[in-house]
């Protein structure tokens, strides 16, 4: 069995949630224009969504200490590591973006600290991401 922390069940609460919120339109737009195959895909990642929802709960916020995920191992690895995979794009992004010494010639002055400030906590948002991807595969039986 899988079992997640309150910290971790925040992680993938909201990775969760974010996937189920475009789950119809995303598999009709799959289908028309990407075919069957990857609508089948793009099913089964939000029927995984709405699985780790069923056992991490629907409500944002959940009073538990600890969530068991049920789902099966291999599923629960295959998704998790596609939210390690995007979670790691997005931080290389951000840091080539926070490290670009032309990156503010678009805004001005008074916008530039803001702007630093706001890549910054994206910068920690998807590292606690990747943090919580790599305790979860951890748990997850070979």
């Known amino acids: 069995m899988i079992r997640l922390t309150r910290e971790q069940r925040a992680v993938f609460y909201e990775e969760a949630a974010r996937e189920a919120h475009g789950a119809a339109g995303d598999v009709a737009l799959m289908l028309e224009k990407r075919g069957g195959e990857h609508a089948r895909r793009c099913n089964q990642r939000y029927q995984a969504a709405a699985a780790i929802l069923d056992d991490l709960g629907w409500e944002k916020d959940d009073p538990r200490a600890e969530f068991t995920v ?20 997005t931080l290389h992004g951000l840091t080539a973006e926070l490290n670009d010494p032309g990156r503010h010639r678009l805004h001005p002055p008074e916008h530039h600290a803001e702007l630093d400030e706001s890549t910054r906590e994206a910068i920690g948002r998807e590292g606690r991401v990747v943090r919580a991807c ?6 997850v039986p070979a």
């Open 70 to 89: 049920t789902i099966d191992p291999a599923q629960w690895r295959e998704w998790v590591l596609e939210i390690a995979a995007s979670a790691g794009d």
């Open 134 to 139: 790599a305790h979860a595969l951890i748990e």
